[in-house]
């Protein structure tokens, strides 16, 4: 390895997931690929570039700078900023040729340049939308009216989709529906949307003509199991090397507090990665590494720059220089995101989200490197 510590990230893989997302889609619905924040930590540039060209043909992101961003990297198709906007950040966005999202008429009456509206309703989220199903249409209402304003879809988002068998998710979607529907009636060229990944992998119902999907796009399962159930492909893995070897008689110990003290004679390997490059201190004595093409388990306290290993009495044939992925598959073993997110009790999302700005991502194209 040329670096102490990078991020690989495999954007056939993305176009893969996408295709299949795409494939799976009922009603003629659309792929709309979610790549904020930074494509979930993937690289929003290549990561849009890799959902579009396996058939993706929306951008959604959450921030008007977001928006810019790919704007700015050439990036072409139609482009929705689902987020809140401050008004400074509504003239971004709208510099950006992006869609923006609605919910309440002082909005509306705001925009006073041309732009493309989503209509919001918040049919359970409890976040962003209004509750009030008459107030949505007459927002709505007030975007149609507007001579310079397009009414361009109608939305929700479920808080559930991930709880396969839950009740709520089916209730949000007829309240959905009822307000939807005949909205859509009146005006005919809506597009409605609703689904995320897991949405979209759960009910065909819920496609309506747009999905916006994320997480699965990077070959993460939105149910936190693996992502092969839904032939999906892990996209990023995150990979280290051997830095130092070094015997561990009994009664010394690895790391900050001396969190690992060896009982018997051991031999020790550090990585140079921490939780200054997103390996969170929560996998203290709590995660492996692969080496050599077996499970290592990480001990000790995780350091904002490194980690230790315990490779057993014999070093396990493992030396100075070796690859170590933290995430990612080495020989017949493999670590998913969803590993770490179980033993830090979260979901992957903000596994790969957390992965820092110090380490490179690296693109490719199954193995070859991406221009
Ligand atoms: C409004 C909205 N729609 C769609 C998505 C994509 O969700 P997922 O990554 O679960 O597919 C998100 C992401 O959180 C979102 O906030």
């Known amino acids: 390895m040329d670096r102490r510590a990078e991020a690989r990230v495999d954007l056939t893989a993305i176009e893969r997931n996408a295709a299949r997302l795409r494939d799976g889609l009922t009603g003629g619905a659309a792929l709309c690929a979610v790549v904020k924040a930074d494509g979930y930590g993937h690289g929003a540039v290549p990561a849009a570039r890799a959902a579009l060209a396996g058939g993706a043909t929306w951008l959604a992101v959450a921030t008007a700078q977001e928006a810019a961003a790919l704007r700015e990297a050439g990036l072409d198709a139609r482009l929705l900023v689902m987020g809140a906007l401050t008004p400074a950040e509504l003239a971004v966005a709208l510099d950006a040729r992006a869609d923006v999202v609605a919910w309440r008429e002082g909005f509306v009456v705001a925009l006073d340049r041309p732009a493309r509206v989503h209509v919001k ?30 009414l361009a879809g109608a939305m929700t988002h479920f808080a559930t989709a991930d709880e396969p068998g839950d009740a709520f998710m089916p209730a949000q979607l007829e309240r959905f529906l009822a307000w939807g529907g005949p909205l859509r009636e009146r005006h005919p060229g809506l597009l409605l949307h609703a689904a995320n990944s897991a949405a979209a992998l759960r009910d065909p119902a819920s496609h309506f003509d747009l ?74 004595n709590n995660a492996d590494v692969l080496v050599g093409g077996r499970r290592r388990p990480l001990v000790g306290t995780v350091s904002m720059d490194n980690v ?16 170590a992925v933290l995430i990612g598959a080495q020989g017949g073993e493999r670590i998913l995101a969803e590993e770490w997110a179980r033993r830090l009790e ?6 790969t989200c957390g992965i820092s700005r110090r380490v490179p991502r690296v693109h490719h194209r199954d193995g070859a490197p991406a221009e």
């Open 121 to 150: 309703l918040d049919t359970g989220m409890g976040r962003l939308g209004t509750r009030d199903a008459d107030e949505a249409t007459r927002v709505a209402d007030a975007v149609a009216a507007a001579p310079h304003l397009e």
């Open 211 to 284: 999905v916006r999907a994320g997480i699965a796009l990077y070959g993460l399962d939105p149910f936190q199991r693996d992502p092969a159930e839904h032939g999906l492909q892990p996209a990023l893995e995150l990979r280290s090397y051997v830095a130092e070897v070094k015997p561990c008689a009994p009664e010394e110990s690895a790391g900050y507090g001396r969190r690992f003290v060896a009982r018997a004679p051991t031999t020790l390997a550090t990585v140079p990665i921490g939780y200054g490059d997103g390996v969170r201190r929560g996998l203290t």
């Open 308 to 323: 230790t290993l315990d490779l057993g009495p014999d070093g396990g044939g493992v030396g100075h220089g070796d690859e």
């Open 346 to 351: 979260t979901i992957n999302y903000e596994i």
